[in-house]
């Protein structure tokens, strides 16, 4: 569906989320908290651009901080193990598979640590708060028991600070988890759909192997016209 005209009209990427709003489309997560953020005059979670311009500009910081430092390993993790199958990836094993937890669990540390002595990220709490609580919950919802949660106490006290301040977080989170189940299952489904026997189009390359390999075994190359003036040829009288 993200890929159809009308979708791209709305957000030429072809990613979601996205969202169209009094004529105006927005792509991108970080885009859309804060345009919704600025419209709901919550002027803590993100300070407003004009009268608070360095307020503002830290929070940005720190919502490019947890895209990079929580949600990146996060979602690494999915890709390569809870959603592999259905993109038709091989599921992480052994080094690989502890080398992604190691990551989850580093940025766990980093953050928990990035919040000592302070209310979120951003030193209050901000709407990179907001999404940095989105990537654990939708991480504990499908990955539950990776890792505890009360080995990083400073990010579940923020994060129970966040749900706290702004109401029907819990109700909002139900519904995303039933879209990304949903949306988990569908692609399962069109994975084992594909018939057994199915294989990938063969490339040039392959075919041009098949060819040489299905050349008769007494059958010699061409002969190249230097090769063919070295031979010493025969006088017939």
Same mark, same amino acid.
């Given at each position: 569906?993200?890929?159809?005209?009308?979708f791209?009209?709305?957000?030429?990427?072809?990613?979601?989320p !996205? #969202?169209?709003?009094?004529?105006?489309?927005?792509?991108?997560?970080?885009?859309i908290?804060?345009?919704?953020?600025?419209?709901?005059?919550? &002027?803590?979670?993100?300070?407003?651009?004009?009268?608070?311009?360095?307020?503002?500009?830290?929070?940005?910081?720190w919502?490019?901080?947890? @895209?990079?430092?929580?949600?990146?390993?996060?979602?690494?993790? /999915?890709?390569?193990?809870?959603?592999?199958?259905? #993109?038709?990836?091989?599921?992480?094993? =052994?080094?690989?598979? #502890?080398?992604?937890?190691?990551?989850?669990?580093? $940025?766990?540390t980093?953050?928990?640590?990035? #919040?000592?002595?302070?209310?979120?990220?951003?030193?209050?709490?901000? /709407? !990179?708060d907001?999404?940095?609580?989105?990537? /654990?919950? @939708?991480?504990?919802?499908?990955? =539950?028991?990776?890792?505890? $949660?009360a080995?990083?106490?400073?990010?579940?006290?923020a994060?129970?600070?966040?749900?706290?301040?702004?109401?029907?977080?819990?109700?909002?989170?139900? @519904?995303?988890?039933?879209?990304?189940? $949903?949306?988990?299952?569908a692609?399962?489904?069109?994975?084992?759909?594909?018939?057994?026997?199915?294989?990938?189009?063969?490339?040039?390359?392959?075919? &041009?192997?098949? =060819?040489?390999d299905?050349?008769?075994?007494?059958?010699?190359?061409?002969?190249?016209?230097?090769?063919?003036?070295?031979?010493?040829?025969?006088?017939?009288?």
């Amino acid at each position: 569906a993200h890929k159809t005209p009308e979708f791209l009209a709305m957000n030429p990427s072809g990613q979601v989320p !996205a #969202l169209s709003i009094d004529g105006t489309s927005f792509g991108e997560s970080t885009a859309i908290a804060a345009y919704l953020t600025s419209r709901s005059g919550n &002027d803590a979670a993100l300070p407003d651009a004009k009268k608070h311009p360095a307020g503002h500009a830290n929070v940005l910081y720190w919502s490019r901080w947890v @895209q990079d430092n929580v949600r990146h390993p996060f979602v690494q993790y /999915f890709i390569n193990t809870v959603f592999a199958p259905a #993109l038709g990836k091989t599921v992480a094993e =052994g080094d690989a598979l #502890l080398e992604l937890i190691q990551g989850v669990k580093d $940025a766990l540390t980093k953050w928990n640590t990035t #919040l000592e002595g302070k209310e979120g990220v951003a030193g209050t709490l901000s /709407f !990179a708060d907001m999404q940095a609580l989105c990537e /654990f919950d @939708q991480f504990q919802m499908a990955v =539950g028991g990776l890792f505890n $949660a009360a080995d990083y106490p400073n990010v579940v006290q923020a994060n129970e600070r966040v749900k706290a301040a702004f109401p029907g977080y819990d109700e909002i989170s139900t @519904q995303f988890q039933g879209a990304l189940q $949903a949306m988990a299952a569908a692609k399962a489904a069109e994975a084992d759909a594909k018939p057994a026997d199915e294989s990938p189009a063969e490339t040039p390359a392959e075919a &041009d192997a098949k =060819g040489a390999d299905a050349k008769p075994a007494d059958e010699s190359p061409a002969e190249a016209p230097a090769e063919a003036d070295a031979k010493p040829s025969t006088f017939v009288p």
